[in-house]
């Protein structure tokens, strides 16, 4: 079972997930990095270009998802080295630091909270958010083009796409591609006809979001649905 609530850190998201049986599990690009607590080790999931496909055992995993171009102030990496990855903690952060945290964790009465307590304390040795990356994932979401995007913020093409690797792991198209295609599944997954679905969400028609659906989840759209 999957739940999730928002976080106290700005635009950050709690989740717990128990898987119910073993079997493959399909974690989705969404721009986003993760702070997760899964058996006693503390790690961190990196952005993600495709599906990311597990199987596993049952067991219970919490994260924190951290609002895309975050996470990477706050761990002292830039996206780019953990992107399609996911990393113990222990090679971002000090060992020693690392051990604390981990201890901290295992007393824990409930760890998501303890886990969100450990992004706040993370978050609070950084500055805020670089507001013209928010601003770019904004305009992004929105289904701005890349160019207009970097018209309104300013930047170069070549700055906007080391500044993206840097913060969110991928240039600007790759986010604008892994936007587009969580805004679509938002609204497939309400029942929108497919059609529809891509007209809305900018593609040019069904068989562009059929495609695309499938480079980046790995399965065909009604799969992914079920």
Known sequence: MYAERPSRLTGAVVWRNTPAEAGVGRVLPDGCMDLLWHE???????????????????????????????????LGVPAHELRDRRVPLAELRPAAEVRRLTDRMRAAAEPAGALEELALRLAAGTGPPD??????????????????????????????????????????????????LQRALRLARQGVPFAQTAARTGFADQAHLSRDVKELAGVPLRELLR
């Open 40 to 74: 006693d080790r503390l790690l961190v999931a990196g952005p993600d270009t495709r599906a990311y496909v597990t199987e596993n055992a049952p067991g219970v995993w919490t994260g924190v998802r951290f609002a895309p171009g975050t996470a990477p102030a706050l």
């Open 131 to 180: 507001p013209l990356l928010r601003h770019l994932v904004g305009a992004l979401d929105r289904g701005h083009p890349v160019a207009a995007a970097a018209a309104e913020l300013g930047l170069g093409a070549r700055q906007l796409h080391r500044r993206s690797l840097a913060a969110f792991g991928y240039g600007p198209k790759t986010l604008a591609r892994v936007l587009r």
